[in-house]
């Protein structure tokens, strides 16, 4: 009767908690937009620059060794790694809870009772041995295995591990992702500084050609020809000339140490080629389709992780609705003598358990915890439609870059040019006494500036080249 008695008991309270997981809310899935345009700028060629290793599509050693370095020593990089390994270890620390956990226990004591106790009153009336007293205080001996195991019934601890899995992934890509932006920074910043030895070459040519100009209206002065004023507007031309190599050579140090800082090393000269900065030729460019940045693009791919994972944990988080199985044994030996301990059957005792617990009233932290993890889904699928839609948005900005700078370069080209050629001019007019010498310093000053621009250009199509091969998802492979 008693028996019957505890057994609706116990199916009292598993209905209980069968009813109230039933009450655990449902899942609000919001789906990711995966829909790209179909092409770029009308081309359905599907060759993509992003299949290039990075290797191959810088073709300068020493920009290659640069980036071979910076790969190994940047800090921020190696911070990235490190945690990497984090997400690794909670894999196996997720791996590792929905498996059963044995251990082995061992123990010694001793304790003493008062003589009109219960406990004093049985072991005084207790015979361990004939002519044997109870020994007192009385030791405890004891060594033994245990196990626990909670069954994954709703795969709360599968999904878990899963999860940690796909924030592993997601650290992956985040790596990948740093080495694609950390390759462009420096490909960038060393163009840049190409660009600057360029400007400062044009520069000191350009301060001869001012200083020669600048003795000849002295010698004009002698002769009278010209006034003291032309003197001093040229010896101002030329002293504030002088004045920008300074400037540009303050910007060679601070681009300079700006890869020496992605690099992971103390201030040094940068090596760099000597070839001329206006004869560099950007790659060809293929941008294939948009539907290839779901697979090239590391952020989107990070992001697509950070999804994968943000679905598993809403799925952990529900599964806390539900009642948990745990089964629990142990197996041993335990005696007050070590004389004892191990002697079969008498000392050896064993147990087994099952226990089904769950929620039932005041549920009000787990509700909390599956509404933050829904959240945080929604959330991932934001975050993925921005991602993908900011990368169809670059690789377009760039696409557009690349064809206007070449239609200016092609325009400045013929400025420059002209203008190069009006500045000898000016200075035969000047020369004979038919040009004013106003005339002659502008033109020098227009000169100087139309060629600057010039470098500028082509140091942004050299940036532009970089830039869309980043876009892309080129640079991690």
């Known amino acids: 009767m008693y028996k019957r008695i505890i057994y609706n008991y116990i199916l ?74 984090i997400s690794r270890n909670e894999i196996k620390s997720r791996k590792g809870e929905y498996l059963p956990f044995v251990g082995l226990r061992s123990g010694m004591g001793f304790d003493k009772v008062g003589r ?61 992702f ?66 920008l190599q300074f400037d540009i050579g303050q910007r060679i140090i601070e681009t300079e140490n700006r890869i020496n800082f992605l690099v992971g090393r103390f201030p040094a000269p940068v090596e760099r080629t000597l070839s001329p900065f206006d004869e560099l030729i950007p790659q060809v460019i293929h941008e294939g389709v948009p539907s290839q940045l779901l697979l090239n693009r590391t952020d989107i791919k990070r992001a697509e992780m950070n999804l994968v994972s943000a679905r598993l944990d809403v799925k952990v988080a529900r599964a806390r609705f539900y009642p948990s199985l745990g089964l629990s044994a142990g197996l041993g030996f335990q005696a007050f003598s070590l004389s004892k301990l191990i002697k079969a059957p008498q000392s050896m005792l064993y147990s087994m ?71 000898n001019i000016a200075n035969k007019l000047f020369s004979s006494a038919r040009a004013d010498y106003m005339e002659v310093l502008l033109t020098q000053r227009d000169a100087l500036e139309s060629k600057f621009e010039l470098i500028e250009i082509k140091r942004k199509q050299m940036s532009a080249m970089v830039n869309v091969y980043q876009a892309l998802g080129g640079g991690w492979k």
């Open 12 to 85: 009292g309270i598993a209905i209980a908690m069968s009813f109230g997981a039933c009450t655990a809310p449902s899942l609000v899935d919001k789906a990711a937009n995966t829909n790209v345009p179909a092409s770029y700028m009308g081309s359905k060629d599907t060759t993509n620059i992003a299949a290039i290793k990075w290797q191959d599509y810088f073709k300068d050693p020493y920009l290659i060794a640069l980036i071979d370095s910076a790969l190994l020593h940047n800090q921020e990089l190696n911070i990235t790694l490190q945690e990497i390994a």
């Open 178 to 243: 740093m080495v694609t932006n950390l390759i462009a920074e420096i490909a960038n910043a060393y163009f840049e500084l190409l660009a600057l030895d360029s400007q400062l070459e044009i520069l000191n040519r350009n301060i001869e050609i001012q200083k020669n100009a600048f003795e000849i209206v002295k010698l004009q002065k002698e002769a009278a020809r010209v006034t003291e004023l032309a003197v001093r507007k040229f010896e101002a031309e030329v002293l504030g000339t002088q004045s």
């Open 353 to 423: 358990a099952g226990e089904l617990s769950g929620p039932l009233i005041n549920k009000r932290a787990i509700k909390a915890a599956f509404s933050t993890a829904n959240a945080k889904q929604i959330k991932a699928v934001y975050s993925f439609d921005q991602t993908v839609l900011n990368a169809y948005i670059e690789v377009a900005n760039q696409l557009s870059m690349i064809d206007n700078l070449e239609k200016s370069y092609a325009l400045r080209n013929g400025q420059v040019e002209a203008l190069t050629k009006s500045v």
């Open 116 to 176: 009109f106790t219960r406990n004093g009153a049985l072991e005084a009336n207790t015979d361990i041995a004939p002519g044997k007293e109870f020994p007192e205080p009385l030791s405890d001996f004891a060594f033994g295995a245990y196990a626990s195991w909670e069954l994954d019934v709703w795969h709360k601890l599968r999904n878990a591990k899963k999860a940690a899995l796909s924030r592993y992934l997601s650290s992956i890509e985040g790596k990948n």
